[in-house]
């Protein structure tokens, strides 16, 4: 059904109509068996809480280790669900379009921390689909990556099968660049699937496309890689982990074991050692794009920034 600006306008700027499936009970903790008779999607006041016309706001504790120290920083990841145009692939903004827009779940991560006398700063924007029967894929990914080097900047696309990867960097070995990559699992698009139903996240051997940031900082292109993914639930956490053969890397992600199974921090190694992890400090649901103005600086304070 394609979406009226009446419509759009009555959910408000970033909200959008659940489409493909409807809220129902379910009290399930997540690590039984996607393909259980017991396991339902959509948690009773799922809809309620990801098209409340307010995006979830997340700020943590970053520890980054960086040319071999360990840096102190600060992430902040925002998810929101929105409208997108999956051909464009692009938010949309209740222009004319011969396209129907689809609902998203929008992740913005943004880490900072200093090396020294000098800063770095990483943006990463991820587009999922809510409804993965429709759309099984992530369809896009993009990364900005400062600091006073230089900056990279790098984009991928998902296109008939394919993700579509476009770079454009600072520095000589990834400056530039345009290839396709099989459509397999992206790694930055596996805590948005968390958010949305765990019980649909692919776990065992899985092919995989590294994270941005992690590709980024370590000036490696995109390829898939062998992924063992696992999800599990201890107690009140729930832990999702991604672990490379190729050079012995391991993500764990912990989230809250029920809905709306919030982000609680990560720790990433490789051989054994430390990389970055992440505590979370605070986290509210804001529509903090109409919070710009100076009589809401306080809440950086709030959000520990």
Not at 26 to 53: C, F, H, L, M, Q
Request: hydrophobic share 35%; glycine share 6%.
């Amino acid at each position: 059904m394609k979406l009226s600006t009446l419509t759009l306008c009555l959910l408000g700027l970033f909200s959008f109509i659940a489409c493909e499936e409807t809220s129902v009970k379910t009290t399930a903790a997540i690590g039984i068996p996607a393909d259980s008779p017991s396991i339902v999607t959509r948690p009773e006041g799922w809809d309620g809480y990801w098209y409340s016309g307010k995006a979830e706001v997340n700020s943590y504790d970053l520890i980054q280790n960086r040319y071999g120290e360990d840096r102190k920083g600060d992430a902040v990841l925002i998810f929101v669900t929105e409208p997108f145009l999956p051909n464009q692939q692009v938010k949309f903004d209740n222009k004319p379009s011969e396209e129907e827009a689809i609902s998203v779940l929008k992740l913005n991560r943004i880490h900072r921390f200093n090396t020294g006398i000098y800063d770095y700063s990483l943006m990463l924007s991820s587009f999922t689909p809510v409804s993965r029967n429709q759309y099984p894929h992530t369809l896009k990914t993009t990364l900005s990556a400062q600091d006073w080097c230089g900056h990279s900047w790098w984009q991928l696309n998902y296109q008939k099968g394919k993700y579509q990867a476009e770079r454009r960097s600072y520095f000589q070995a990834e400056a530039d660049a345009k290839v396709a990559l099989d459509g397999v699992l992206l790694e930055d698009e596996l805590p948005g699937l968390m958010r949305l139903d765990p019980t649909k996240v692919p776990t065992g051997k899985q092919q995989v496309i590294p994270g941005a940031m992690y590709s980024s900082l370590f000036h490696e292109m995109p390829e898939a890689q062998t992924a063992t993914i696992e999800v599990d639930t201890k107690g009140d956490e729930a832990h999702l982990v991604i672990s490379y053969a190729k050079n012995a890397r391991v993500l764990t992600y912990r989230f809250e074991s029920e809905f709306p199974n919030k982000l609680l921090g990560w720790e990433e190694t490789v051989k054994g050692k430390r990389l970055s992890s992440a505590a979370l400090k605070h986290s509210s649901q804001e529509a903090y794009w109409g919070q710009n103005s100076n009589q809401f600086s306080s809440m950086r304070e709030t959000l520990g920034l």
